[in-house]
């Protein structure tokens, strides 16, 4: 999946002898290609994401209009909720946090050449997941709605995976099991993108479809947004495993990867921009 992957997991030197044939450094040299290249769009949606975020919601609450939250999320700021609007705003600071510390997570360069930023921000990272990923189940769960019942099952698995994968990557850290970390670490990456995946998902399905389809827009709820709670991180978490193991299969597999992850790669530059067209850039 994503081309941190390709750098920190590549074959050691001795495998790399072991396997000299030309079309499987083709296949390898395609695989890594189409990696970087998911990782540029993911990364370019995501600041995209991240800029919406301080320029409509930041800018709403500087103002002194946080009602205007509920514009796009329905029950965002309730007059009188302090709590629940402190939990909210939170939940965005740390998304926030979370999408500028992956992208810089995924930079091969800051790794090798500044270890201490890599650490640090790895720190900052997987904290700003874990809280933001409890202050989701806190949101979901203190205003549960008996129609979206199956989206919220969907959204506490990630948050239970998030917590998961959190610990195993800074245990794995700790070990110096620095392979086994880079793993574990992008897991919990695309996992606390599940929020940014199901939105660029919804508009890429809206756009396709011509309009909303398997779903009720007005009570936001329905069959495909059910299906979607779930597809948001597993599905791109499946796809992460897929490119792992295709990095030490043959050409014929690195290949039929890169294919597959250049696909999936248009679909997600597709859904980028129709998010952005009709979700975050009127706002901005």
Same mark, same amino acid.
């Given at each position: 999946?994503?081309?941190?992957?390709?750098? %920190?997991?590549?074959?050691?030197? /001795?495998?790399?002898?072991?396997?000299?044939?030309?079309?499987?450094?083709?296949?390898?040299?395609?695989?890594?290609?189409?990696?970087?290249? #998911?990782?540029? &769009?993911?990364?370019? *949606?995501?600041?995209?994401?991240?800029?919406?975020?301080?320029?409509?919601?930041?800018?709403?609450?500087?103002? !002194?209009?946080?009602?205007?939250?509920?514009?796009?999320?329905? !029950?965002?700021?309730?007059?009188?909720?302090?709590?629940?609007?402190?939990?909210?705003?939170?939940?965005?600071?740390?998304?926030?946090? &979370?999408?500028? !510390?992956?992208?810089?997570?995924?930079?091969? +360069?800051? +790794?090798?050449?500044?270890?201490?930023?890599?650490?640090?921000?790895?720190?900052?990272?997987?904290?700003?997941?874990?809280?933001?990923?409890?202050?989701?189940?806190?949101?979901?769960?203190?205003?549960?709605?008996?129609?979206?019942?199956?989206?919220?099952?969907?959204?506490? @698995?990630?948050?239970?995976?998030? $917590?998961?994968?959190?610990?195993?990557?800074?245990?794995?850290?700790?070990?110096?099991?620095?392979?086994?970390?880079?793993?574990?670490?992008?897991? $919990?990456?695309?996992?606390?993108? =599940?929020?940014?995946?199901?939105?660029?998902?919804?508009?890429? #399905?809206?756009?396709?479809?011509?309009?909303?389809?398997?779903?009720?827009?007005?009570?936001?709820? *329905?069959?495909? @947004?059910?299906?979607?709670?779930?597809?948001?991180? @597993?599905?791109?978490?499946?796809?992460?495993?897929?490119? @792992?193991? /295709?990095?030490?299969?043959?050409?014929? &597999?690195?290949? %039929?990867?890169?294919? =597959?992850? *250049?696909?999936?790669?248009?679909?997600? /530059?597709?859904?980028?921009?129709?998010? !952005? /067209?009709?979700?975050?850039?009127?706002?901005?």
């Amino acid at each position: 999946m994503p081309p941190s992957v390709a750098t %920190a997991d590549t074959l050691e030197p /001795a495998e790399a002898v072991a396997m000299p044939q030309a079309p499987a450094r083709a296949g390898g040299r395609a695989l890594r290609g189409v990696a970087a290249t #998911w990782w540029v &769009v993911a990364v370019a *949606g995501q600041l995209l994401f991240a800029f919406y975020i301080v320029t409509f919601y930041a800018r709403s609450a500087l103002a !002194g209009r946080p009602e205007a939250w509920n514009a796009v999320v329905k !029950g965002a700021y309730a007059p009188g909720d302090t709590v629940g609007n402190l939990v909210f705003a939170s939940h965005l600071v740390f998304a926030l946090a &979370v999408v500028a !510390g992956g992208a810089l997570q995924l930079v091969p +360069r800051i +790794r090798s050449r500044w270890p201490a930023v890599h650490r640090w921000n790895g720190r900052v990272f997987a904290t700003a997941g874990v809280i933001a990923a409890l202050g989701g189940l806190f949101m979901v769960w203190s205003h549960p709605k008996p129609e979206q019942f199956v989206q919220h099952l969907g959204i506490s @698995l990630d948050a239970v995976l998030i $917590l998961v994968f959190a610990f195993l990557a800074v245990r794995a850290a700790r070990a110096r099991r620095y392979d086994v970390h880079r793993r574990w670490a992008l897991r $919990l990456f695309l996992a606390v993108g =599940g929020v940014w995946f199901f939105r660029i998902g919804l508009m890429a #399905w809206i756009v396709a479809n011509q309009g909303p389809a398997g779903f009720d827009p007005k009570t936001f709820s *329905g069959p495909f @947004l059910s299906f979607l709670a779930f597809a948001q991180y @597993l599905v791109p978490l499946a796809l992460l495993e897929l490119y @792992l193991r /295709a990095q030490r299969g043959s050409a014929r &597999v690195q290949l %039929a990867m890169a294919f =597959g992850l *250049g696909a999936a790669t248009l679909v997600m /530059a597709g859904g980028i921009a129709a998010a !952005g /067209a009709i979700l975050w850039l009127p706002r901005i």
